[in-house]
């Protein structure tokens, strides 16, 4: 019974695997939006009955994908913010966010799920926040050792926060222990910016405006470090 049910436990896998591959080749055609389960059926050769038994609703499979992509794109910052030496915190920097370009260019509807337009009727569960902070753990961490560590040497370019937006810092103070609330701002209009960078070249607004978006990219990239405080 027990290699039975192992077994049987493999082709349910497997399926759900297929009908989770088939449903992002879906968002690149048809959106999440238009994401059908009867399509997917169909593409499978399955009757549309039998993958209610996997995903009983449209909103499972896209929550199974959201949290698919969020892993995804976490792992990607996870590997390259581990691939140099921990105390380069420079290169740290920039190679998170080189990832989150790449993986977004990469998987362009992938990306689109987790950071374009909400996609109607649907509400995003508890289950999705452990994938969802990844990439901003990683930040965080970045942020917070090369505080601990001395590293960070920030311009006075900026205005000491109002209480209303320390306390917003006070608030993120679990991603970053111990770092002053205005480096925690600066982290997080860093990190802020890495996204809305990212999401206009995904989206494409900087079409006819901007041709070599790679340089661009890498300037900005070491505008932000700056502006953290990390070594030029």
């Known amino acids: 019974m027990t290699a039975s049910r192992t077994a049987r436990e493999r082709v349910r896998a497997e399926l759900t695997r297929e009908i989770a591959d088939i449903a992002r080749r879906q968002l690149a055609t048809e959106g999440a939006g238009g994401l059908s389960l009867r399509a997917v059926a169909r593409e499978m050769g399955m009757v549309s009955s039998a993958i209610y038994r996997y995903f009983p609703s449209r909103d499972d499979l896209l929550t ?64 999705t926040v452990a994938a969802r902070v990844r990439d901003v753990a990683v930040f965080g961490r970045l942020v917070t050792d090369a ?47 890495l996204y809305g960078w990212v999401n206009f070249e995904v989206f494409g607004q900087f079409e006819n405006t901007i041709e070599d978006r790679k340089a661009a990219f890498d300037h900005s990239v070491r505008m932000l470090a700056g502006l953290l405080g990390l070594a030029q």
Request: proline share 11%; net charge negative.
């Open 147 to 193: 505080f601990h560590a001395g590293a960070l040497a920030p311009p006075d370019v900026a205005p000491p926060p109002s209480p209303a937006a320390a306390a917003e810092a006070a608030r993120l103070s679990e991603l970053m222990p111990g770092v002053p609330e205005d480096l925690v701002l600066r982290g997080l209009t860093a990190w802020t910016w």
């Open 64 to 127: 199974t994908l959201i949290i698919d992509g969020y892993n995804a794109l976490g792992e990607a910052v996870e590997r390259a913010d581990a691939a140099g030496a921990s105390d380069d915190f420079t290169r740290r920097w920039s190679a998170v966010c080189h990832a989150v370009r790449d993986w977004a260019l990469a998987h362009p509807h992938e990306y689109t799920l987790l950071y374009g337009s909400p996609v109607p009727g649907y509400q995003a569960p508890q289950d």
